[in-house]
């Protein structure tokens, strides 16, 4: 089979043109308009492109869910509670109604945690977030210290922006006034679920399922395939070699891209040179993997006779915008 292949490729979803050497019927081709450039601006995370098979950039979400993330890392010089002059330290994380807590430690002035807790924050209901440190104890759990952020304070980070490097806070007590000694290390950040931390994070809405169990029932990230508009234009086919050349060949070019095909019309040339100079169009998604698969069958053959095969990588077609 002779004939040019066109491949037109626009991030908004468009598709080229091509001239083919031969004049035919062109009643069946679309209407120009049909491939002409349209403006799109969908709200994705950022632009991703593609280095061989692989994406290279920030996420291209189908759909963003807001959290906010709290990585609680270690704490230091904590003052003792205990009559045996140390601590038994935990982190309570409170946001409104919503409570995470750490595990806790015995008898340790210098834990270390580095704990994720991950608020939804189409359920939060508050404008501050309250990190305190307390000390586990028998009957009542006494206050160490704490720190608090406004949420409007809070900075944003979207993949594949570098995280964001935990800091030192100074404990506070209750009445806001820094403590002598005892310090925690935080990061506090805005984000989706692209972050590298939401796996691993206690979720807020998942608040008595252990870690392993969330993993389980998360939403994952799914990337928003970049799609194209792949136009195929098939012109005419050259010396075909019907089973019985006694009988006319009423020839058509089945295309077929992953597992969807289509079909030409049978052409109105029926010998063994037959045309079409006829458009068919398909979607494509990045890297182009699947290869274009063309088929020539007689239809006049009670038997469908397939009278020539070929196929195409989209990835080496001429990309148009």
């Known amino acids: ?6 491949l037109g490729l626009d991030g908004g979803g468009v598709s080229g043109s091509s001239r083919g050497g031969a004049n035919g019927d062109s009643e069946h081709r679309p209407p120009p308009e049909e491939f002409s450039l349209k403006e799109t601006s969908p709200k994705i995370a950022g632009a991703g492109n593609y280095v061989g098979d692989k994406l290279t950039s920030t996420y291209d979400l189908v759909e963003q869910m807001q959290y906010l993330y709290i990585r609680v890392v270690k704490a230091k010089e904590l003052p003792p509670k205990d009559v045996t002059g140390s601590c038994d330290p935990y982190v309570e994380v409170k946001l409104g109604n919503y409570k995470g807590i750490t595990r806790h430690f015995e008898k340790k002035s210098n834990p270390e945690w580095d704990h994720v807790f991950a608020f939804s924050q189409d359920r939060i209901q508050a404008s501050f977030v309250e990190i305190v440190v307390k000390d586990k104890d028998v009957v009542m759990d006494d206050f160490i210290g704490r720190i608090m952020f406004e ?7 979207v993949p594949p922006d570098s995280p964001l490097a935990p800091q030192w806070y100074k404990l506070e007590d209750k009445k806001g006034e820094k403590l002598k000694h005892g310090e925690i290390m935080l990061a506090v950040w805005k984000g989706t679920q692209a972050d590298e931390c939401f796996s691993e994070a206690w979720h807020s809405d998942a608040a ?7 993993s389980n029932i998360r939403g994952k990230v799914y990337l928003s395939p970049k ?12 010396d075909l070699v019907p089973s019985d050349r006694n009988k006319p060949v009423e ?3 089945k295309v077929a891209l992953g597992g969807h095909s289509t079909r030409t019309r ?7 040179n037959p045309t079409w100079n006829e458009d068919l169009v398909f979607v494509a998604a990045e ?3 699947e290869g274009l698969m063309f088929t020539v069958e007689d239809r006049g053959n009670k038997d469908e006779d397939i009278l020539l095969n070929s196929n195409l990588k989209p990835n080496r077609v001429s990309k148009q915008g």
């Open 208 to 214: 008595t399922m252990g870690r392993e169990g969330i």
């Open 1 to 6: 089979m002779r004939g040019d292949v066109a």
């Open 287 to 289: 890297p182009f993997e």
């Open 227 to 238: 799609l194209w508009y792949v136009r195929v234009n098939v012109i005419e086919c050259q």
């Open 266 to 272: 049978i052409s109105p040339v029926k010998t063994s």
């Open 251 to 253: 020839a058509c070019v």
């Open 151 to 157: 949420l409007l304070d809070v900075p944003r980070r």
